[in-house]
């Protein structure tokens, strides 16, 4: 199973543990996780179900190119992270 990971400045936010997840594809990674934690989806992803501009997603080493679908593929053995961009000076 895939491991979805949050980075602290999510997890400062909402209880977002890591899980492991049987998931083909980021979206269905994401749906798992965020039946279990609905408040989490509005963090992510916008009012469409696209990724949020401050959000990237790294699917082990690279990140995902379909930040509309999040189709991009996972492997049983791939770690999800999801972070949220900081801002400031």
């Given amino acids: 199973m895939a491991r ?3 980075t ?3 997890r400062r936010h909402l209880d977002c543990s890591p899980a492991e997840v049987p998931a083909a594809t980021v979206r269905a990674a994401l749906d798992t ?5 609905p408040r ?3 963090y992510v992803l916008d ?6 501009r401050h959000v990237t997603i ?4 690279r990140a995902i190119a379909d ?3 999040l189709s991009d593929p996972v492997g049983a053995e ?3 992270i999801v972070f949220q961009a900081l801002s400031g000076g």
Wanted: aromatic residues 10%.
């Fill in 47 to 52: 009012e469409q179900g696209r990724l949020r």
């Fill in 78 to 80: 791939d770690e999800i």
């Fill in 67 to 69: 930040r509309a679908g």
């Fill in 58 to 61: 790294f699917v082990g080493d």
């Fill in 4 to 6: 979805v990971s949050f």
């Fill in 33 to 37: 996780v965020f039946a279990t934690n």
């Fill in 8 to 10: 602290a400045n999510l």
């Fill in 40 to 42: 989490l989806r509005s």
